[in-house]
């Protein structure tokens, strides 16, 4: 009698962890609806500044600096939440050889990157910060920028044939100087 009784527990325990279990997988997926074939583009990032967000000071402009570093990281996060595929860049540029309209019409980094895509809720969050050296010793850093864009944000340069993420430097953007 104790062992049919103890049987009988434990069946009862098993089905209550069982119905626990199907719950969870039957509650449904907050990604379900906005699948998509899976694409794998290669990606580059190009940015563009507005016309103020060149201003880095009253008496100094972006475009005008010695040099000019790039800093931030791209990661991946898919609609469930998770990340992954996370990289760092950080590449120089030199403002004083590049045209004016570089920095409006938007200019590479030079590095791909290659992700799947096969939800459209799928987003890479970008993180951007720019130091600008000066000639006359001054340093300057912009604030940090944070962007999220899905499959749909990404571009297609015909005359390069790459596709890109646009990040647009807004011209809010805050610059301190960051040496005496």
Not at 23 to 39: H, K, N, Q, T
Request: proline share 4%; net charge negative; hydrophobic share 40%.
């Amino acid at each position: 009698m104790k062992a049919t009784l103890l049987t009988l527990l434990l069946i009862v325990m098993f089905c209550i962890t069982g119905l626990q279990s199907c719950e969870v997988l039957a509650g449904g997926d907050e990604c379900e609806g906005s699948s998509m074939d899976m694409v794998e583009p290669i990606i580059y990032l190009m940015a563009s500044f507005s016309t103020k967000a060149l201003v880095i000071a009253p008496d100094a402009l972006l475009s005008s600096a010695e040099k000019m570093i790039i800093t931030g990281s791209i990661q991946k996060e898919y609609c469930s939440g998770k990340l992954s595929g996370y990289f760092t860049y950080s590449p120089t540029f030199f403002p004083l050889t590049m045209f004016y309209d570089d920095f409006s019409a938007g200019f590479y980094l030079p590095q791909p990157y290659q992700y799947k895509f096969s939800n459209e809720e799928d987003e890479l969050i970008v993180i951007l910060r720019i130091k600008a050296y000066k000639g006359d010793g001054r340093i300057f850093e912009s604030g940090e920028l944070v962007s999220r864009y899905k499959y749909a944000d990404i571009h297609y340069d015909v005359d390069m044939n790459r596709s890109y993420i646009l990040i647009n430097v807004p011209s809010q953007i805050q610059w301190v100087r960051v040496t005496s």
